[in-house]
């Protein structure tokens, strides 16, 4: 089964601090996808930032950057320069074949993180 | 343009009335989901539609019934639910799926949500 493992419940940091997420996954396969989303209180989920297992470089965007081990199945996420705007809860994800006709695309989401940046 | 539109924001229902949940989007996408979440908890996959055609059912049970009119609108139609149905169901789409076992490599966008609670 795939299996996704956020092993933090809940952060807590001061604004303009540099705060890791961790994530480790499992799965037999060998080419993959993982996602990180964010979902502010009340609000939208939307997607941070996303990884392609093939590519060896970690993915970046802005103040969001990943470390992705594909040996040790970890995913973790690093924000660096923290905003009160990045309270939310994030979701680790992944993608793995579902059991439709056409092999729809099915995530699989870790259960969460909440983190709090404090002013 | 990302943006995928749920209606109604809030409803409240009866165990005994029927409802219906909406979903647009105009980005071409051809993938379209429901996703049922809980407080504090990740969303929990219910059904994937591929080119309006039902590619996953998540064992959902047979009070939750999905529509895809056309590629733009995914509806969600609801009677006789319980209680514990109460939740924040959410609509996704991506931009097409994988066809015979292959991995899409598109992301999945949310809507803002359906706040549901069943009286």
């Known amino acids: 089964a795939q299996t996704v493992t956020q092993s933090q419940p809940e952060m807590s940091v001061q604004e303009a601090e540099t705060v890791t997420l961790s994530c480790t996954y499992d799965?037999?396969?060998?080419?993959?996808?993982l996602f990180w989303y964010k979902q502010p209180p009340s609000r939208q989920m939307i997607l941070v930032i996303r990884?392609?297992?093939?590519?060896?470089q970690n993915a970046t965007e802005n103040r969001f950057s990943v470390n992705f081990q594909k040996a040790a199945k970890s995913f973790s996420l690093k924000i660096s320069d923290s905003q009160l705007g990045d309270t939310a809860m994030y979701f680790c994800?992944?993608?793995?074949?579902?059991?439709?006709?056409?092999?729809?695309?099915?995530?699989?989401f870790g259960q969460g993180t909440r983190l709090t940046i404090n002013p | 343009d990302t943006e995928v539109t749920q209606t109604p924001k809030h409803l409240v229902m009866g165990m005994t009335n029927k409802k219906s949940l909406k979903c647009e989007q105009h980005?071409?996408?051809?993938?379209m989901y429901w996703y049922k979440q809980k407080a504090k908890k990740p969303p929990e996959l219910m059904f994937v539609?591929?080119?309006?055609?039902?590619?996953i059912n998540e064992s959902v049970p047979s009070r939750f019934s999905p529509e895809c009119p056309n590629s733009s609108l995914l509806n969600l139609h609801l009677h006789a639910l319980q209680p514990e149905d109460s939740a924040l169901y959410l609509c996704?789409?991506?931009?097409?799926?994988?066809?015979?076992?292959?991995?899409?490599?598109?992301?999945?966008?949310f809507g803002p949500g359906t706040r549901l609670t069943v009286l």
């Open positions: 996704a789409s991506s931009q097409d799926v994988g066809a015979g076992g292959t991995l899409s490599t598109d992301t999945q966008y």
């Open positions: 799965t037999s396969e060998n080419n993959y996808y």
């Open positions: 990884q392609e297992a093939y590519k060896q």
């Open positions: 994800a992944f993608i793995t074949v579902g059991r439709g006709i056409q092999g729809a695309q099915k995530l699989v």
């Open positions: 980005m071409g996408h051809r993938a």
């Open positions: 539609y591929s080119y309006e055609k039902l590619s």
